[in-house]
């Protein structure tokens, strides 16, 4: 994942399949796997323009990631295999804590945690901070983009450039 997301273009090709194979073993016999999560985990989309688990971390919970509860990193683990459709000020919230939960027993399951622990962190409630937004009507927005990314696939959407117009008159909206 960090050699296809870091070195190389979203296409699908054998060629680039190849490449991605030599970047992994030359990552693999340079770095030990605890840095390649490192760097994998500081580089990827959390979603809200976050790139990286501390910038998320400051992101949605104002705080930085050393600093963070049990609950809140299971969100953040559970943020990266969809950003936008899992946040926690879009329309999808119930399913993003939903995840969180089975992050949480995934935990469990391999040893991270205990059972007692992940109990805990299930019932406590999870404050977000207040989404700070430049976006003129950031509801609509996230409607448009839950669409996008429902019909050609959230990667897509991240990195290909699109121009999307839509029929929102925020000057009529206003008045």
């Given at each position: 994942q960090l050699a296809k997301n870091e070195f190389l273009t979203p296409e699908k090709t054998i060629s680039r399949k190849f490449k991605e194979l030599a970047l992994a073993f030359r990552l693999e016999n340079r770095y030990t796997k605890d840095r390649i999560i490192d760097l994998y985990l500081n580089q990827i989309p959390y979603g809200a323009n976050s790139y990286g688990i501390e910038a998320a971390s400051k992101t949605y919970f104002r705080k930085s990631a050393k600093d963070l509860s049990l609950p809140e990193i299971a969100v953040l683990a559970?943020?990266?295999r969809a950003p936008s459709?899992?946040?926690p000020w879009g329309n999808h919230k119930d399913e993003l804590l939903k995840r969180k939960d089975l992050v949480l027993q995934r935990m469990t399951?391999?040893?991270f945690i205990t059972a007692d622990a992940a109990a805990r962190a299930k019932k406590e409630k999870i404050e977000f901070a207040q989404q700070i937004t430049e976006i003129a009507a950031p509801h609509f927005v996230m409607a448009v983009q839950d669409y996008l990314?429902?019909?050609y696939g959230e990667e897509f959407?991240?990195?290909a450039g699109l121009k999307v117009i839509t029929t929102l008159d925020t000057k009529l909206q206003e008045i």
């Amino acid at each position: 994942q960090l050699a296809k997301n870091e070195f190389l273009t979203p296409e699908k090709t054998i060629s680039r399949k190849f490449k991605e194979l030599a970047l992994a073993f030359r990552l693999e016999n340079r770095y030990t796997k605890d840095r390649i999560i490192d760097l994998y985990l500081n580089q990827i989309p959390y979603g809200a323009n976050s790139y990286g688990i501390e910038a998320a971390s400051k992101t949605y919970f104002r705080k930085s990631a050393k600093d963070l509860s049990l609950p809140e990193i299971a969100v953040l683990a559970s943020l990266p295999r969809a950003p936008s459709y899992y946040s926690p000020w879009g329309n999808h919230k119930d399913e993003l804590l939903k995840r969180k939960d089975l992050v949480l027993q995934r935990m469990t399951d391999l040893g991270f945690i205990t059972a007692d622990a992940a109990a805990r962190a299930k019932k406590e409630k999870i404050e977000f901070a207040q989404q700070i937004t430049e976006i003129a009507a950031p509801h609509f927005v996230m409607a448009v983009q839950d669409y996008l990314n429902t019909q050609y696939g959230e990667e897509f959407v991240r990195t290909a450039g699109l121009k999307v117009i839509t029929t929102l008159d925020t000057k009529l909206q206003e008045i």
